[in-house]
């Protein structure tokens, strides 16, 4: 179970292409203006089944999949049991978006579950004196873009790079 704020079908602003959204309930960062406030109590959310999230993700064929918030990363357990189903019914890009740096990540068993089940991770807080519009899918420029599989890899951070001359780079 997830405690879930919406789903939201087709954006495009959280991620390459066409995504279906998953945005989360709870988030400990409260980073200052961020844009997601109500998201930080978990309450907020409703409790929902990995059934009934995948239900919505396999309704769009074509669609990947984002996690946000709130913190994905505060509920890792329930995502990354979704993230597995996802894996298992699909062909679809997973990306995540988090508060907490991919470095400590690693260190949390829980949290390295769901990263070793994703493709992408917009890592760090939000900054509101490092707040840049021009940025690809973040709103500071201290967050990174991370390759998840490569990093996880090359023992390194591995950054994929949006610019608009280089729109979507490859995994």
Known sequence: ???ILSIVHDTMVDGPGFRTS???AGCPN????????QSWDIKN???TSTADIMKEIMSDPFA???FSGG???FQAEGFTELAKAIRKESDKTIWCFTGYKYENLLKNPKQLALLQQIDVLVDGPF?????DEELFFRGSSNQRIINVRKSLEKGEVVELIFTKDNP???L
Not at 30 to 37: A, G, L, S, T, Y
Not at 127 to 131: G, H, P, Q, T, Y
């Open 45 to 47: 959310g409703t409790m």
């Open 127 to 131: 900054i509101k004196d490092l707040r």
């Open 71 to 73: 913190d994905p990363m």
């Open 22 to 24: 998953i945005y989360c």
């Open 168 to 170: 979507n780079p490859q």
């Open 30 to 37: 409260h980073c200052p203006e961020c844009h997601n406030p």
């Open 1 to 3: 179970m997830i405690s």
């Open 64 to 66: 990947n999949v984002t």
